[in-house]
């Protein structure tokens, strides 16, 4: 595959067993084929960020749907937490957002539709998600299914988040719809 484009492949992930049970399978404590694959990836992706952001944004998506996009921006956020960095994952794919119930957690709570209308601050649905990293990671949920996400994505409150994600966070993971269905990517 490698010979058929000029991009670079920077890891490679085997199918893991527990995607529909656990929506994070990595762990500092865990060893696991998965888990040492993300932790390539990680190190291989630190080598395609520019080191003079303090913040750096990883956009995750794929052609179509199902492809493990929100699976694999949930790991690669823990595996930075367990750097010890300080991190964001952001529930971006606001028409079918996984995240949120992969977590188990409540589908009414507030999250980046009413935060892009204006109805919340990002401290207000920051969520904390703690785990045995050594700080947590903060999860911003999608929040309701808006009937216009594109146009939120793209409105006048997208630079109030990026600023306080700049000022709050070293990495920030977007989970995103697929690009080869939407143009919300």
């Known amino acids: 595959m490698q010979s058929l484009s000029t991009i670079p492949v920077i890891g490679e992930l085997e199918q893991t067993?527990?995607?529909?049970?656990?929506?994070?399978?990595?762990?500092?404590?865990?060893?696991?084929m998965f888990g040492e694959q993300i932790r390539t990836l990680r190190t291989n992706m630190t080598f395609y960020l520019p080191q003079n952001n303090t913040t750096?944004?990883?956009m995750i998506?794929?052609?179509?749907?199902?492809?493990?996009?929100?699976?694999?921006?949930?790991?690669?956020?823990?595996?930075?937490?367990?750097?010890?960095?300080?991190?964001?994952?952001?529930?971006?794919d606001?028409?079918?957002?996984?995240?949120?119930k992969a977590l188990k957690l409540p589908d009414n709570l507030p999250g980046l539709?009413?935060?892009?209308?204006?109805?919340?601050?990002?401290?207000e649905i920051k969520y904390p998600l703690e785990t045995e990293a050594?700080?947590?990671?903060?999860?911003?949920?999608a929040g309701y299914v808006p009937p216009n996400p594109q146009e939120l994505v793209s409105g006048t409150y997208m630079d109030?988040?990026?600023?306080y994600l700049d000022a709050n966070?070293?990495?920030?993971i977007i989970d995103t719809p697929p690009l080869g269905i939407v143009a919300d990517a």
């Not at 199902?66 to 952001?90: D, M, P, R």
């Not at 606001?94 to 949120?100: G, S, Y």
């Not at 050594?134 to 949920?141: L, N, T, V």
């Open 169 to 172: 966070y070293e990495i920030v």
């Open 17 to 32: 067993e527990n995607t529909r049970s656990d929506a994070i399978v990595i762990g500092s404590n865990k060893r696991s």
């Open 134 to 141: 050594p700080i947590p990671f903060d999860f911003y949920p």
């Open 94 to 100: 606001l028409r079918r957002p996984k995240i949120t």
């Open 113 to 123: 539709s009413a935060l892009l209308i204006g109805k919340y601050t990002a401290e």
């Open 56 to 58: 750096n944004y990883i």
């Open 61 to 92: 998506t794929s052609s179509v749907s199902g492809e493990g996009k929100s699976f694999l921006s949930s790991n690669i956020a823990k595996s930075y937490a367990i750097q010890g960095k300080k991190v964001a994952l952001l529930e971006f």
């Open 160 to 163: 109030a988040l990026k600023s």
